[in-house]
């Protein structure tokens, strides 16, 4: 599982995830957190973090709602409203 798909699977759970300071990590609400779901966020920490902060590299997109949403969604939902556009 890549940390964008677990960062879009924590949120179509229902988490809300958020830095506290420079780099702790704030899952709400923590006590509906699966044991394997712990395990996942401490593997995928750093990378959630840098998703949060912005610095990750993850291709930036010009719909700011978006971010909640994988790669391949916002892909979708883009090519769908250029379409629209057109």
């Given at each position: 599982?890549?940390?964008v798909?677990?960062?879009?699977e924590?949120k179509?759970k229902?988490?809300?995830?958020?830095?506290?300071?420079?780099s702790a990590l704030?899952?709400?609400p923590?006590?509906?957190l699966?044991?394997?779901?712990r395990n996942?966020?401490?593997?995928?920490?750093a990378?959630?973090v840098?998703?949060?902060?912005g610095?990750s590299g993850a291709?930036?997109t010009?719909?700011?709602?978006?971010?909640?949403l994988?790669?391949?969604e916002?892909?979708?939902?883009?090519?769908r409203?250029?379409?629209?556009?057109?």
């Open positions: 599982m890549t940390t798909d677990l960062v879009a924590l179509r229902g988490f809300t995830l958020r830095l506290r300071g420079e704030s899952v709400i923590a006590s509906k699966t044991e394997p779901l996942l966020i401490r593997e995928h920490r990378e959630i840098g998703l949060l902060r610095a291709r930036p010009p719909f700011p709602q978006l971010a909640e994988s790669v391949e916002q892909e979708a939902y883009e090519e409203a250029c379409k629209n556009v057109r």
